[in-house]
């Protein structure tokens, strides 16, 4: 899951700047759990700009933000609100405020409006309990959990070191966190525990930042061979011609 | 050639003590515990951002170390620079003719002065022991040829705790496979805790230089057990530092310090020490008068 975290009030009104009617995107699922994109937060937004005299046109919670095709849809939906918007606010994650910008930015009747974050993206992670979530994968394109038993190091340790401890620990804890536990300590009573703590002396190499070129781009071999079809059958036409 | 190696290859107790380049660009008082401590010991480590606070670099402070006519330990940690900068500065250590090198992953950003920069680590301590050892061979660590031959005396940093010894030695030995040819610890206190460590490690065949921190008071003791990574000071030594006032507890740690490098020796629990005065490098040669050497 992605988390995010609501833009302070201030934050925000700083971005509307002037603006007067203000439409409000919401997003029905990280965004939804995260309590930062869901029904109930656009309307608590809602009243907030109220107060301070600015005007709702629209509020729409897109199931979810990330798809193009649903934002397509629900701004078509909201043609006539978007009409006299100065501003939309989007409160999902990076990603689906970008996808509603984009499609805002090619749509006819809305290309004028600029668009908004209402959140912070901060992490991928899971929820630990109601209200509480811990980053648990950077995405970092080489996954290494295979040979750390499951636990990530890049991720989990503050320094993302791949060859061990780096020696700071106190007692069991993380020298840069106190409240979590050095998880190298966690990678190697669960290596003892399967029977494959040798897998930590093996020197692993340092890792591989071409991975990582941003923006990163992945593209299936279905659709690459959909892509090679499509370009073959067009060759073959123009050869007939 | 590195006199540490020669002096560790010969089996003397070596003694190699740490000095921290200062913020700013006066080096006079560095030059001062340099020239204090020149004869009494073996090479001077000087720190890379000691504490992730930003200062003179390590590789400059190494130039005016050697210009002292002292044997200087070049610091690099893989906190600040990625694997570009790291090898240039280890060429470029090269040039200056430093031999010994102490590498390290550093401690984090978080813990120093600028506590919002971003943490590299691109090269951890294995990764920055695998660059000397490449260098030596001609290359870099994209196996591209060096021109002019680099020699280096690597070593590398271990944390004997109580709680981390089992991964700290796994790490030790990843460290010897990497190229490190010594090792110096973090601060020891505890010498049961040294002893344990010396067996556990005398077959590696690899020297050890035991850390010794001139405590100055029990509220620096406190506050290193709170605040400084990988160190653990037993209550015992506090409560001893704790019976004195004033100007006596800097004598008691002088004391404290020189005693457990007698010990040391006596005992073979290392081959040598590695002295942190933190901040009262001027007191070196008490410390060495107090342990007889
Ligand atoms: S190693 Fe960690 S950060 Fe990388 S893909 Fe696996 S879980 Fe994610
Ligand atoms: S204490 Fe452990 S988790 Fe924290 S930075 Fe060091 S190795 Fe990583």
Request: charged share 25%; net charge neutral; proline share 4%.
């Amino acid at each position: 899951m992605i988390i995010t975290e609501q833009k302070s009030g201030e934050d925000l009104f700083a971005l509307l700047g002037s603006a007067r009617r203000v439409v409000l995107l919401g997003c029905s699922e990280c965004a939804t759990i995260c309590k930062t994109g869901g029904t109930e937060q656009l309307l608590e937004f809602e009243k907030k700009l109220k107060t301070r005299g600015l005007e709702v046109s629209a509020r729409c919670v897109l199931n979810p933000a990330c798809n193009a095709q649903v934002v397509k849809k629900a701004l078509k939906g909201i043609r006539e609100e978007l009409a006299g918007a100065d501003a939309i606010v989007s409160f999902s994650c990076g990603d689906g405020t970008q996808t509603v910008a984009k499609l805002v930015g090619q749509m006819e009747h809305t290309f004028h409006i600029p668009v908004y974050p209402g959140n912070d993206t901060l992490f991928l992670g899971e929820t630990t309990r109601a209200g509480e979530y811990v980053e648990a994968c950077r995405a970092c394109g080489r996954c290494e959990l295979g040979w750390t038993g499951g636990i990530c190091p890049v991720t989990c340790c503050a320094k993302g070191l791949l060859n061990g401890p780096c020696g700071g620990a106190k007692g069991r804890q993380c020298e840069v966190n106190a409240d979590e536990e050095c998880v190298w300590l966690r990678i190697c009573d669960r290596l003892a525990a399967i029977g494959q703590l040798d897998n930590l002396l093996e020197i692993r190499p340092p890792r591989d930042y071409l991975k990582n070129v941003h923006p990163r781009r992945h593209v299936l071999e279905s659709r690459r061979s959909a892509d090679r079809l499509k370009e073959a059958r067009a060759k073959e036409g123009q050869d007939a011609k | 050639m590195s006199m540490l190696s020669e002096v560790l290859k010969i089996d003397r107790f070596a003694v190699t003590a740490e000095f921290a380049p200062p913020k700013g660009t006066d080096m006079d008082h560095m030059r001062v515990c340099v020239r204090l401590a020149k004869g009494r010991i073996h090479a001077a480590n000087v720190t890379d951002f000691q504490s992730a606070v930003m200062r003179i670099s390590s590789l400059t402070a190494c130039k005016v170390v050697m210009d002292e006519g002292v044997e200087p330990v070049i610091q690099i940690t893989g906190r600040d620079r990625n694997r570009i900068a790291i090898q240039g500065e280890l060429l470029s250590a090269g040039v200056l003719g430093i031999k010994n090198l102490l590498a390290v992953t550093g401690d984090h950003p978080k813990m120093g002065d600028h506590p919002n920069a971003m943490p590299v680590y691109d090269l951890d301590s294995v990764g920055i022991l695998q660059v000397a050892t490449t260098f030596m061979s001609g290359r870099d660590l994209e196996g591209n040829s060096l021109n002019g031959r680099i020699e280096f005396f690597p070593g590398a940093a271990v944390s004997p705790t109580r709680q981390t010894m089992m991964p700290q030695i796994m790490k030790m030995r990843k460290k010897i496979t990497a190229g490190a040819r010594f090792f110096q610890t973090q601060a020891v206190f505890d010498l049961d805790l040294l002893r344990e460590f010396r067996r556990l490690t005398t077959p590696f065949d690899v020297p050890v230089l035991a850390g010794i921190v001139l405590l100055k008071s029990a509220g620096m003791a406190r506050f290193m057990n709170r605040a400084i990574p990988g160190v653990e000071i037993p209550e015992g030594i506090i409560a001893r530092m704790d019976r004195f006032v004033g100007k006596e507890r800097m004598n008691e740690g002088i004391r404290l310090a020189g005693e457990m490098i007698r010990t040391i020796r006596d005992e073979n629990l290392a081959d040598g020490v590695h002295i942190m005065a933190i901040g009262a490098e001027e007191r070196l040669g008490q410390i060495l008068d107090e342990a007889g050497l």
